[in-house]
């Protein structure tokens, strides 16, 4: 299985860092990680580079995209990867437990015609016409 992702960034080099952290740390971590940065400064593709760390590869985008914009080129490039699973993130968002992709992927196992996972999902009951959060 190959499994990777991206994150998207805009001027929280920290943020970032500390979100890495928490994603490597998984105990099923993305074998790579695109960050798709929106910022306008150089600071976080310097900090990326002065971290030389193979799993990841720096994307500037040029200007301020937004989450749209940045989302379309990162599963673009995970998509060119031919992954099989893709972490879709957000720099101020980290997994909330150690396991969190070994779950989710746990998922994956037991429902071979699963296409997309998520820490927080939502049911439609349509008798009712609400939404369940799970």
Sequence with gaps: ????????????????????????????????????????????????????????????MGKNTGPAGAAVKGLELCGKAGLDWIYWGDDNDPPFREDCFERLLAIRNANPFCGVLG??????????????RV
Excluded at 25 to 37: K, S
Aim: charged share 25%.
């Design 1 to 60: 299985m190959r499994f990777g992702g991206f994150i998207i960034t805009y001027q929280r080099v920290q943020v970032l860092l500390n979100t890495l952290e928490g994603i490597f740390a998984q105990t099923v971590p993305p074998q790579h990680l695109w960050i798709i940065d929106n910022s306008e400064d150089w600071e976080t593709e310097q900090v990326l580079k002065e971290k030389n760390d193979s799993r990841l590869t720096y994307v500037r």
């Design 119 to 132: 820490a927080v999902g939502q049911y439609f009951d349509g008798r009712k016409g609400k939404i369940l």
